[in-house]
C-alpha cells in the first residue's frame, strides 16, 4: 500500500466512529478524574450521528466525505469537543478535496492543516496536553518514515500516538476542563490523547485485515 483510496478513508472514519463507541464508557471515566465526565458521551453522540447519516454523505471524493463528517461531527458533539473534532475533519476534507487517493506527503499536509486549524479554533498549543499532541506525534513520526511502506508508517505513527499519552501524563494541563485543576492534572491521562491512540491501534488493524 503507497495510498489510501477512498475505500480506505471510508473505512479509517468507521473504525474511528466504532472505537468512540466501544470506549464511551472508559472514555467518559478518564474524562472524570478531573473533567466533567461527558467527553466520551459527548465523542459517541458525535460519531453515532455520523453511521446514521452515513448513507447520506457526499462520497464521490475524500475530501467531499470528510466535509461530510466534519458538519454532523460539529453538530453532534457536545461541549467542546464538537469544534475540535469538527475542525479535525474539516480541516482535512479542505486538504483532501476532490482526491480520490492520497499519498503520506498529503496525509501528513492534511494532519498539519488539523493541527493549526484546532489551534486557532480553541486557543490550545502543542505542549498543553491536549490531543494536538499526539496529532503532532503522528505528523512527526510519518514525517520520519516517509519512504517506507504505508501501512508500515501508520504502524509507527499509531506507535508515537500511544507512547504520547505516557509522556503527557507527568504534564500540567493547560487547555479544557483539567486544566482548572492544575498541578493537580500531573499523572492524569488527557482522554483526547488517549482516544486518538486508541483510534490509530484499531486503524491499522482495520487496515491490516
Known amino acids: 500500500m503507497d ?55 457526499d462520497h464521490s ?15 453532534n458533539t457536545g461541549g467542546c469537543s464538537g469544534p475540535v473534532w469538527g475542525t479535525l475533519f474539516m480541516r482535512c476534507g479542505m486538504s483532501f478535496k476532490d482526491k480520490t ?37 503522528i505528523v512527526l513520526s510519518l514525517e520520519e518514515n516517509k519512504e517506507i511502506e504505508l501501512l508500515e508508517a501508520f504502524r509507527k505513527a499509531s506507535a508515537a500516538a500511544v507512547e504520547t499519552r505516557e509522556i503527557t501524563k507527568g504534564w500540567v494541563a ?16 488527557d482522554p483526547g490523547i488517549v482516544a486518538v491512540g486508541d483510534m490509530t491501534i484499531a486503524i491499522v488493524n482495520a487496515l491490516e485485515a
Open 101 to 137: 487517493e492520497i499519498n503520506i506527503e498529503e496525509i501528513i499536509a492534511g494532519l498539519k492543516n488539523a493541527i493549526e486549524g484546532i489551534s486557532k479554533r480553541g486557543g490550545a498549543e502543542l505542549g498543553d496536553k491536549t490531543l494536538l499532541d499526539a496529532l503532532n506525534a
Open 61 to 75: 471524493s475524500i475530501g467531499s466525505l470528510l466535509l461530510s463528517v466534519s458538519k454532523t461531527i460539529t453538530g
Open 3 to 57: 495510498k489510501l483510496n477512498l475505500q480506505h478513508v471510508e473505512l479509517i472514519v468507521n473504525t474511528m466512529a466504532e472505537t468512540a463507541i466501544k470506549n464511551e464508557a472508559y472514555f467518559s471515566e478518564l474524562d472524570a478524574v478531573m473533567g466533567d465526565a461527558d467527553f466520551g458521551v459527548s465523542l459517541a453522540g458525535g460519531f453515532k450521528a455520523v453511521l446514521k447519516d452515513w448513507e447520506g454523505f
Open 174 to 189: 493547560k487547555r479544557g476542563r483539567q486544566s482548572f485543576t492544575g498541578d493537580r492534572s500531573i499523572g492524569t491521562y
